[in-house]
DNA sequence: CAAAAAACCTACTTATCGGTAAGTAAACCC
DNA sequence: GGGTTTACTTACCGATAAGTAGGTTTTTTG
């Protein structure tokens, strides 16, 4: 069967991921979600197990691209400054892109479940945290950064890519994109920088 | 009439904290909270406008203390760095002892409304960016700092000072403290500072 | 063309929601 | 002692919640 974006199930996608955002999971309710999506109840139950199923199905879309991502970065061997300026940008552009899953993601990791299914999103946190550990380190070795201590710069670093990720979640009156994040983080890496890689 | 802490009211209040806390707003139901503070349902009623009106109650108790502290470092002539250090151990102290109400202001920062009344909590976070502009500047000014691009440092000083609160909110593997905050905001002042102030 | 599958519907279920009416009992005050 | 106020109760309201039974219509397939 064909399709499209008329369809059914991915206008009931489109209108629980809306409603969702705006409203939270337990305040969002089935019959609002189909009313938006201009199709009877019996139809969300057709294609998702029930309203808990068709939140966890947007969530797997939310943190499916996020995955591949960070895979893409997995193992840097040289240019740390310069890599983890790209991550940081492709992150942030990628959240710039799908506002509507990351405060859905945000709404989860930062106040209580509401009655939507547990989701491990401190998985991803240590993820990244694990990952630039690895590449300062790496960067140590390879003598591009002097010696620092590279928990203390990760913290740093994650904070200000999560502060300017903050910024387009709330509405913030200074909103950051990935050039701030790259401007700021270019200033902290210039205090350690021993040697540029190539670029 | 000597009002105590079994009282009804009192009861109430600390139910509702944490119903909201553990649930959130829509998700706590007045059934609920009334269950648990160990009263009937027009109890509520009596001591509150509705479930909006004990929601507000908790609000403004947990945003008063915030203030009186955010009022304390107003006004900051000299020994920047220190002062701001203290201002920091502050928050973060005041955040660990009062973990409910921070997990409910985080729930409704980050997260949708769910029909909760609305409180405008960036403005506590536009006072906090222009405290800290403020500071740095008169650093500036007073030879205490060397002069850097005060909104940036600001970002990267809130940066850490949000990520290290928000590793106490969420299940966090690396929860940190005051002492982590004084540490890593005490190195990157270290790249900057000329002149300490005393103490 | 008929059967099967897919996609959809109406009408309905049980349970719980936020909230109130009307009343009672205890404490207080004149 | 009686009236008033405060603190509390039971019983109930209309509305909406998540979800389903049983059916019809449309599309696909052999």
Redesign the interface.
Known sequence: MNITSDDARVRLLEAALDL????????ASVSEIVRRAGVTKPMLYYYFKNKEGIYSELMAQALTDFKILLKKYENVEKDVYIQINNMFRDIMNLHAARLKYA?LI??????????APFID??EY??IM?EMLNKMIRKGVENGELEDV?TE?FT??L???L???M?TQ??????M?DSE?VS??TG??FD?IIIKRGEG
């Open positions: 969702f955002t705006e409203k939270g999971y337990a305040a405060r945000y709404a989860m990791v930062y106040g209580p479940p509401q009655g999103f401190e946190h240590a945290a201590v203390d913290t740093v994650l904070s200000v999560f502060f300017c903050d979640i709330i509405k913030c009156s200074c950051m701030d401007r700021i200033k902290l205090k």
